[in-house]
């Protein structure tokens, strides 16, 4: 355990930087932060991508609406990229471009904080509180799901939070470089959280062929009636049922999955909104605020389409006849 110096109490390894296992270049630690206020259609994320051993960061910060679905058109968006590593503790730290992290119940509680360094126009003030514990793929990844609860500030109009999100964190080697991710053709992220007590989330990925090859389950859970169980890995799928015409963006999406317990989930998706943006330079991502139905539950979530960089060209020339 270590000690955050701010509270004085201690953190777990996992909220704190992992050391590098090698001196590769890019070795990669991330700390993603996902939320919303629903009821106005507005999403919004901060995603730092740490490089020990090259001692930068990238910061990025975005937020979005029905309002645009691009950096350069949603409420607010920006990612810096090499930015210096500050010399602080993973679960007490500021980076230049005005994000602020602080571990404040082992695995269970942060507070989150954004204030952009440009003009103010973006300022995120947020506790996150787990609904369960983390849900752990390997040695070098966790997602859990939890309640955010503060305020989102953007321009002169400030939005209160109480909604459910997620938060992912991932340590190890990830280069930028090659045509697929992670070896697959595409990948997907899904997830809604109707309450304390029934949520799922589901990590796909494809390694077929094809123009939109099927993603299979290789990770996950399903929270229902407070009982939570892992997802079996290649007992599942993810299916986009509907994409748009103009982007390729899906706006339909079908989970099917099986957990350890031999409980069945199906859930579909409606998307409400939707960001495309390059969170780091070989994952390109359409992000959507979507309303999942699974059972008789209806929970809020998101849904990700993730690609690299060559395959999402790939795709989208096929998508939209331009081959």
Known sequence: MSTNPSTGTATHPDDEFHPPTSDDPYWTETCWFTFA????KLSGQLYPFFRPNQKITSG???????????IWNCRYAKNFWHLPLPDQP???????NGIRYQAIEPLKQYRIRFL???DGEAEVDLTFTAVCPPNYLGDGHLDQPGRYQGTIRLGDDTYEVDAYGMRDRSWGPRSQFGATLHGAVRG???YATASDTDGFHALTMAYGEGDD???TVIHGYYLRDGE??????????RDVLERDPGTGAPTVVRIEAVDESGREL?????????IGVHLNPNLWTWNCLSEWTFGETVGWGEDHDNWSAAGYRRFVRGHLGLD
């Open 37 to 40: 206020a629903p009821e106005h």
């Open 60 to 70: 990025g910060a975005f937020f979005w609406d029905t309002g645009g679905d691009q």
């Open 90 to 96: 993973l679960s007490d730290i500021e980076l230049p």
């Open 116 to 118: 952009c360094q440009d």
């Open 188 to 190: 997907g992220y899904s």
């Open 213 to 215: 090859p099927d993603c």
């Open 228 to 237: 939570y169980s892992r997802l079996v890995p290649g007992q599942g799928r």
């Open 266 to 274: 199906v859930a579909t998706s409606r998307s409400v909104n939707r």
